[in-house]
């Protein structure tokens, strides 16, 4: 199984990002994901997570302004990213919530930037 994060881009603060992430199987059935981020000399932290059923969690630092949700049928987790601001830019990955972790990936980039 892969994974492959996208949607990321430069905004201004206050602006809005959705990032998505595709699955070539049908992991999402089966396993909680989650959404990480690493900002430049950080270390890697998860910001969101969903259950197989549904269930969400978020970090102190997003709740109220990240939604993650999934779409079963087409493999796909997504993070819908309101009120940005700078302390927001980050390398955003998708992985499992437990080990065995999938392969991380290249991420996609998010600037939170005037």
């Known amino acids: 199984v892969q994974l492959q994060a996208s949607g990321g881009g430069l905004v201004q603060p206050g602006g809005s990002l959705r990032l998505s992430c595709a699955a070539s199987?049908?992991?999402?059935?089966?396993?909680?994901m989650g959404w990480y981020r690493q900002a430049p000399g950080k270390q890697r932290e998860l910001v969101a997570s969903?259950?197989?059923?549904?269930?969400?969690n978020y970090a102190d630092s997003v709740k109220g302004r990240f939604t993650i949700s999934r779409d079963k049928a087409n493999h796909t987790v997504y993070l819908q990213m309101n009120s940005l601001n700078p302390e927001d830019t980050a390398v955003y990955y998708c992985?499992?919530?437990?080990?065995?972790?999938?392969?991380w990936g290249q991420g996609t980039l998010v600037t939170v930037s005037s």
């Open positions: 992985n499992t919530l437990r080990s065995p972790f999938l392969s």
């Open positions: 199987g049908s992991i999402f059935r089966i396993r909680d």
């Open positions: 969903i259950t197989s059923g549904g269930s969400t």
